[in-house]
C-alpha cells in the first residue's frame, strides 16, 4: 500500500519548495500564488537502515524500499470551499490522500511576498481549516437533509444515523473539526462522508536555517492551535532540506549534525505519518531481492501476505517469521533457524513492526 501525504497551505508558505527537496521533482515553486495548479505527485523511497543491513545479510541482488507518495497540492485562499482560486479542484484533490501535512510559514523573508502581507502562522492555519470546515459542513448538512426524508419511515437504524450526523453537523457548525468530534458516528457512515478535517494532520512548520532544530516563537503558536486540534507539528526549513537534497549522501549527515539535526525533515515527516496512520513496516528477504513493505498495524498475517500478491492471502497456509533484531544479531535466516529464533505463524498472527516473513501458501 502506497501511504499517499497531501501537502496544503496558502500561497507562498514554501510548500512547492519542500515537495520538490523531498522528491525532486521539479515542481513549479515560483513567488506568486496558484503557480501549482493540477497536483504533482512524487514517489519518495522511505530510508531504513533496518532494510540496507537486511539486504547486506541476505545478500541480495537488489533492495527495494517501501515508499510515501507527496501529493503538492496547490495553495487554498479564503473562499476555496466556494471556488475561490479554483478552490473545488484542490479540495477534491485533498480528499483523495490518507493524512495532510499542513505547511505553516513560520520565517520572515521580505524576498518572498506572503499572499496576507504578514507572517501570522496562527491566521493562516485559520484560513485553510475555516475553508476544510466549511466543506465538511456542506457535506454533513446534505446528509442530514438525505436522513431526514429516508427516517420519515421510523426505521431504527435510520433515525439512529439522522441523530449521529446531525451531531456531527453541529459541531462542525460550531467550527470544530471533525477529528475533535466525540460523538457517535458509524464507521461506515465516516467512510460515507469522507470528511477533510477527520482526516490526521501534522503540521509542518516551516522556519529559516537559524531557528533549527527547535523553532521560535511562530512555532510555539503552531503548537498550542495543534493541540486544541489533536495534531502534530513537526519543524521543518524547507530550504535546508532543499539544500540537503542536493548533497551527496555521504555529506548529508555531517550538514544534518552541524544544525543540531540527526535526520532530516523528510524522514521525520514520514516517522510521524506513520504514527499518524497507524502503519508499520515488515520485510522480505532473499538472495533474488529483500523488500521492505508498509502495513496497517494489527494486520494478520494473510492481510500482510495481500501487499505482496492476492494469491498469496488466498493460499495461504503459514507464516515463517524472524524479528528484525534476532535476524540482524544471528546474520541469517539460517543461522536464526538453528538458534530458535524462526517462528511459525498461522492466520491469526498479528503482523509486528520490523517482522522479517517467508510466507508458504498453495498456488
Known amino acids: 500500500m502506497a501511504l499517499q501525504v497531501g501537502l496544503v497551505g496558502l500561497p507562498n508558505v514554501g510548500k512547492s519548495t519542500l515537495f520538490n527537496a523531498v522528491s525532486q521533482a521539479g515542481a513549479d515553486a515560483a513567488n506568486f500564488p496558484f503557480s501549482t495548479i493540477d497536483p504533482n505527485v512524487g514517489v519518495v523511497p522511505i530510508s531504513d537502515p533496518r532494510l540496507e543491513h537486511l539486504g547486506a545479510l541476505a545478500r541480495s541482488a537488489r533492495v527495494v524500499a517501501t515508499a510515501i507518495e507527496v501529493v503538492d497540492i496547490a495553495g487554498l485562499v479564503a473562499g476555496a470551499s466556494r471556488g475561490e482560486g479554483l478552490g473545488n ?6 480528499r483523495e490522500v490518507d493524512a495532510i501535512c499542513s505547511v505553516v510559514r513560520c520565517f520572515e523573508n521580505p524576498d518572498v511576498v ?4 504578514s507572517v501570522d502562522p496562527v491566521r493562516d492555519i485559520e484560513v485553510i481549516t475555516t475553508e476544510l470546515v466549511l466543506k465538511d459542513l456542506e457535506t454533513a448538512e446534505k446528509r442530514v437533509e438525505r436522513g431526514q426524508r429516508a427516517a420519515k419511515g421510523g426505521d431504527k437504524d435510520l433515525v439512529r444515523e439522522l441523530a449521529q450526523v446531525t451531531a456531527l453537523r453541529d459541531h462542525l457548525a460550531e467550527g470544530h473539526v471533525a477529528r475533535t468530534f466525540t460523538g457517535d458516528l458509524a464507521a461506515t457512515l465516516a467512510r460515507e462522508l469522507s470528511l477533510l478535517t477527520a482526516k490526521p494532520v501534522l503540521y509542518a ?17 503552531v503548537r498550542a492551535v ?10 521543518i526549513s524547507a530550504q535546508v532540506e532543499a539544500e540537503l537534497a542536493e548533497l551527496p549522501t555521504e555529506e548529508r549527515g555531517e550538514y544534518l549534525a552541524s544544525l543540531g539535526l540527526e535526520r532530516s525533515g523528510l524522514e521525520r515527516l514520514v516517522e510521524r505519518a506513520y504514527a499518524l496512520l497507524g502503519l508499520l513496516t515488515f520485510f522480505t528477504a532473499g538472495p533474488k531481492e529483500t523488500r521492505a513493505w508498509t502495513l496497517p498495524a494489527g494486520s494478520t498475517a494473510p492481510r500482510a501476505a495481500r ?9 495461504f497456509i503459514r507464516a515463517e517469521v524472524i524479528s528484525y533484531d534476532d535476524y540482524a544479531a544471528l546474520g541469517s535466516e539460517a543461522a536464526a533457524r ?15 513492526d520490523g517482522d522479517v516473513i517467508h510466507f508458504r501458501f498453495n498456488v
Open 89 to 94: 479542484q484542490f479540495l477534491a484533490h485533498i
Open 114 to 117: 506572503h499572499v496576507a502581507g
Open 205 to 221: 512548520a516551516n522556519v529559516a536555517e537559524q531557528d533549527l532544530p527547535d523553532g521560535n516563537e511562530h512555532v510555539a503558536a
Open 226 to 235: 495543534a493541540a486544541r486540534e489533536g495534531a502534530e507539528v513537526i519543524v
Open 307 to 315: 501487499e505482496i500478491h492476492t494469491d498469496l492471502e488466498r493460499g
Open 338 to 352: 538453528d538458534a530458535g529464533r524462526l517462528r511459525i505463524e498461522g492466520k491469526d498472527y498479528l503482523v509486528a
